[in-house]
Nanobody
Framework: QLQLVESGGGLVQPGGSLTLSCLAS????????IGWFRQAPGKERERVSC????????NYADSVKGRFTISRDNAKKMVYLQMNSLKPEDTAIYYC????????????????WGKGTLVTVSS
Protein backbone atom coordinates (compact mmCIF):
# COMPACT_ATOMS: atom_id res chain seq x y z
CA GLN A 1 0.00 0.00 0.00
CA LEU A 2 0.98 3.62 -0.44
CA GLN A 3 2.39 4.98 2.80
CA LEU A 4 3.31 8.51 3.86
CA VAL A 5 4.97 9.40 7.17
CA GLU A 6 5.38 12.99 8.34
CA SER A 7 8.07 14.19 10.73
CA GLY A 8 9.60 17.43 11.98
CA GLY A 9 6.75 18.91 14.00
CA GLY A 10 7.23 20.43 17.41
CA LEU A 11 7.12 23.61 19.47
CA VAL A 12 8.55 26.80 17.98
CA GLN A 13 8.39 30.47 18.98
CA PRO A 14 6.60 33.06 16.82
CA GLY A 15 8.91 34.25 14.07
CA GLY A 16 10.84 31.00 14.10
CA SER A 17 11.33 28.35 11.43
CA LEU A 18 10.59 24.67 11.09
CA THR A 19 10.97 22.11 8.31
CA LEU A 20 8.51 19.25 7.88
CA SER A 21 9.39 16.07 5.99
CA CYS A 22 7.23 13.45 4.32
CA LEU A 23 8.67 10.02 3.51
CA ALA A 24 6.86 8.02 0.82
CA SER A 25 6.97 4.25 0.38
CA UNK A 26 5.09 1.54 -1.51
CA UNK A 27 4.74 3.50 -4.77
CA UNK A 28 6.68 5.42 -7.39
CA UNK A 29 6.73 9.00 -6.19
CA UNK A 30 7.46 10.20 -9.75
CA UNK A 31 3.79 9.70 -10.71
CA UNK A 32 2.21 11.61 -7.82
CA UNK A 33 1.57 15.18 -6.89
CA ILE A 34 2.07 15.82 -3.17
CA GLY A 35 0.13 18.24 -1.02
CA TRP A 36 0.56 19.58 2.49
CA PHE A 37 -2.63 20.16 4.47
CA ARG A 38 -3.30 21.33 8.00
CA GLN A 39 -6.13 21.23 10.51
CA ALA A 40 -6.34 23.47 13.56
CA PRO A 41 -8.60 22.70 16.54
CA GLY A 42 -12.22 23.48 15.71
CA LYS A 43 -11.49 24.24 12.06
CA GLU A 44 -11.80 22.29 8.83
CA ARG A 45 -8.80 20.82 7.08
CA GLU A 46 -7.26 23.15 4.49
CA ARG A 47 -4.71 22.85 1.74
CA VAL A 48 -1.44 24.61 2.51
CA SER A 49 0.62 23.80 -0.57
CA CYS A 50 0.88 21.47 -3.56
CA UNK A 51 3.75 20.37 -5.79
CA UNK A 52 3.40 18.60 -9.13
CA UNK A 53 4.89 15.17 -9.80
CA UNK A 54 7.80 16.71 -11.70
CA UNK A 55 8.29 19.51 -9.20
CA UNK A 56 7.78 22.07 -11.95
CA UNK A 57 4.63 23.62 -10.53
CA UNK A 58 3.73 24.69 -7.00
CA ASN A 59 0.94 26.60 -5.30
CA TYR A 60 0.30 27.97 -1.82
CA ALA A 61 -2.57 29.13 0.31
CA ASP A 62 -2.74 32.92 0.55
CA SER A 63 -2.10 32.73 4.29
CA VAL A 64 1.37 31.17 3.81
CA LYS A 65 2.60 32.74 0.57
CA GLY A 66 6.07 34.17 0.97
CA ARG A 67 6.66 32.24 4.20
CA PHE A 68 6.40 28.55 3.26
CA THR A 69 8.25 26.64 0.53
CA ILE A 70 7.39 23.16 -0.74
CA SER A 71 10.01 20.97 -2.41
CA ARG A 72 10.60 17.33 -3.29
CA ASP A 73 13.47 14.91 -3.82
CA ASN A 74 12.09 11.91 -5.69
CA ALA A 75 15.37 10.00 -5.45
CA LYS A 76 15.11 10.14 -1.65
CA LYS A 77 11.32 9.61 -1.73
CA MET A 78 10.96 12.78 0.32
CA VAL A 79 8.80 15.91 0.22
CA TYR A 80 9.51 18.93 2.41
CA LEU A 81 7.72 21.99 3.72
CA GLN A 82 10.03 24.78 4.87
CA MET A 83 8.13 27.12 7.18
CA ASN A 84 9.54 30.54 8.06
CA SER A 85 8.22 33.52 10.04
CA LEU A 86 5.81 31.25 11.87
CA LYS A 87 2.71 32.73 13.51
CA PRO A 88 0.47 31.39 16.28
CA GLU A 89 -2.29 30.89 13.69
CA ASP A 90 -0.05 28.35 11.94
CA THR A 91 -0.58 25.99 14.88
CA ALA A 92 -2.18 22.81 13.53
CA ILE A 93 -1.68 19.18 12.70
CA TYR A 94 0.07 19.04 9.34
CA TYR A 95 -0.56 16.18 6.89
CA CYS A 96 1.05 15.19 3.62
CA UNK A 97 -1.01 13.45 0.96
CA UNK A 98 -0.46 12.00 -2.52
CA UNK A 99 -2.58 12.18 -5.68
CA UNK A 100 -1.88 10.20 -8.85
CA UNK A 101 -1.31 11.95 -12.18
CA UNK A 102 -2.09 15.53 -13.16
CA UNK A 103 -3.27 16.50 -9.72
CA UNK A 104 -4.39 19.73 -8.10
CA UNK A 105 -4.26 18.47 -4.50
CA UNK A 106 -7.98 18.83 -3.88
CA UNK A 107 -8.79 17.29 -0.49
CA UNK A 108 -11.45 14.86 -1.73
CA UNK A 109 -9.24 13.60 -4.57
CA UNK A 110 -6.13 12.64 -2.60
CA UNK A 111 -5.30 8.93 -2.80
CA UNK A 112 -3.25 8.46 0.38
CA TRP A 113 -2.70 10.37 3.62
CA GLY A 114 -0.13 10.37 6.37
CA LYS A 115 -1.14 10.42 10.02
CA GLY A 116 0.07 13.97 10.63
CA THR A 117 2.59 15.84 12.75
CA LEU A 118 1.75 18.57 15.26
CA VAL A 119 3.18 22.07 14.89
CA THR A 120 2.70 24.43 17.82
CA VAL A 121 3.72 28.09 17.50
CA SER A 122 3.74 29.71 20.93
CA SER A 123 5.85 31.70 23.37
Amino acid sequence: QLQLVESGGGLVQPGGSLTLSCLASGFNLDYYAIGWFRQAPGKERERVSCISSSGGSTNYADSVKGRFTISRDNAKKMVYLQMNSLKPEDTAIYYCAAEYGQAMCVIYAMDSWGKGTLVTVSS
